[in-house]
């Protein structure tokens, strides 16, 4: 692992080469969103995914990234990571190209969402599903089921967070 300024060209490089004697690849963890203002990207090497994981959920809990689950995960035996920046110093931009100089693309992902930082939004139509719970609460689990495919996230988080409330309320050991 070492960083190679560029300064000529505005580049600052992250060469992450593994040994070829190594046997063991490392894993390669992304975290990349461009639905923002700015471009934010992550890359983490370890060498295991769940090293990288708990980076992830580092970075969410002080609120650099949104979310702890990184976007891909591949096992690599080198990249280069290379950072763009303007002549105010700013990262404009960035490549992933392996260990061969080819790039590495990334497909398109979605929204990235904080369970740990997101306020629990209550549904306009809480009084339904309050009404549902109870009508259907011999069987909560095909409730939800056949709900899930209509319901948005914010929906199905507070749906679990009524469930377990009541759970606790009522003295009953929490549903796992």
Known sequence: LCLRHLREKNVTERVDLKDPADLRPGTTAFWYDH????KKAFSIIASEEQAAQKVLELL?????????VPDEVMVSNGMINRFIYDDSGKVSDYQLID??????????????YSFRRSKLKTPRQKALLER???????????WIASRLAKWNFDTYRWV???????QLKAGEPEVA
Request: net charge negative; glycine share 14%.
């Open 160 to 166: 679990l967070q009524s469930l377990s409330d009541r």
């Open 35 to 38: 639905t923002g203002k700015e």
């Open 60 to 68: 969410d809990r002080e609120g650099v990234i949104d979310g702890t």
């Open 132 to 142: 549902e719970m109870v009508d259907h609460a011999d069987n909560l689990t095909g």
């Open 99 to 112: 260990r061969y100089g080819r790039p590495i693309e990334l497909e398109p992902v979605g929204k990235h």
